[in-house]
């Protein structure tokens, strides 16, 4: 099945900082979805992006599937954006990559 | 319009026990597909119902089963509890008849909390 790589695993940041989050993912896929799962649990559809580049306000997401990797940025961080993100890719079933565990210090 | 709603949202069983959860998707949406997120983890996939049937499943022994009722909404059961299906179980909507990347889209409920003891 596919095998889908996420890093870092944690990651720290000053609160207005910018960072860079990573998926590899092993096979082609036409479905790439990154998700925030709050401390209470629930998952937030932040992106569906399969192949190039969409921006959602701080956030943006670009996807080479080509090259089998997505990025996720996030800029001029907020408290608020702490929390695990996990990207996920295939159709049924969607796999999920380990995730990265973002926290924001004030 | 409510998203995908999940109950209950904790619970508590014993060794041995059976439990029921229960989803409601989003609204518009056929299809519907149970995810086990064990702590730390990422979510894996259960199985996933569409027209009243299981249409894929993941790698879970038979104690896991499930049915999807009329109006789309779902139930998972879970027979023999062990302590290792302590765990929050995820339950995403879809829609297969949604043309092009619709259909693959998942929107997530806010998961239901079990605890094994």
């Known amino acids: 099945g596919i095998q889908v790589e996420q890093s870092p695993p944690d990651l720290i940041l000053q609160e207005g900082a910018n960072s860079t989050l990573r998926c590899n993912f092993s096979?082609?896929?036409?479905?790439l979805q990154w998700f925030h799962q709050n401390p209470w649990g629930q998952l937030i559809n932040l992106f569906y992006?399969?192949?190039g580049t969409k921006q959602n306000g701080r956030l943006s997401a670009t996807t080479v599937a080509t090259e089998r990797y997505s990025l996720l940025y996030i800029s001029s961080s907020q408290t608020t954006d702490s929390g695990v993100y996990f990207c996920a890719v295939g159709n049924t079933p969607l796999v999920f990559g380990k995730g990265t565990r973002l926290s924001v210090i004030a | 319009d409510a998203g995908v709603t999940q109950s209950p949202t904790h619970l508590i069983k014993t060794r041995g026990q059976q439990v029921t959860l229960r989803c409601s998707p989003k609204s518009g949406h056929d299809t519907v597909s149970w995810y086990q997120q064990a702590l730390g983890q990422g979510p894996q996939f259960i199985f996933q119902y569409y027209e009243e049937e299981e249409r894929q499943r993941g790698n879970f022994p038979d104690r896991f089963s499930g049915h999807q009722f009329p109006n789309y909404s779902s139930e998972l059961n879970v027979n023999a509890l062990l302590l290792g299906d302590s765990a929050l179980y995820l339950c995403?909507?879809?829609?297969?008849?949604?043309?092009?990347?619709?259909?693959?889209?998942?929107?997530f409920g806010a998961g239901s909390r079990l605890t094994v003891l």
């Open positions: 995403a909507s879809s829609s297969l008849g949604l043309a092009g990347s619709g259909a693959n889209v998942l929107t």
């Open positions: 992006i399969p192949s």
């Open positions: 096979d082609s896929v036409n479905n």
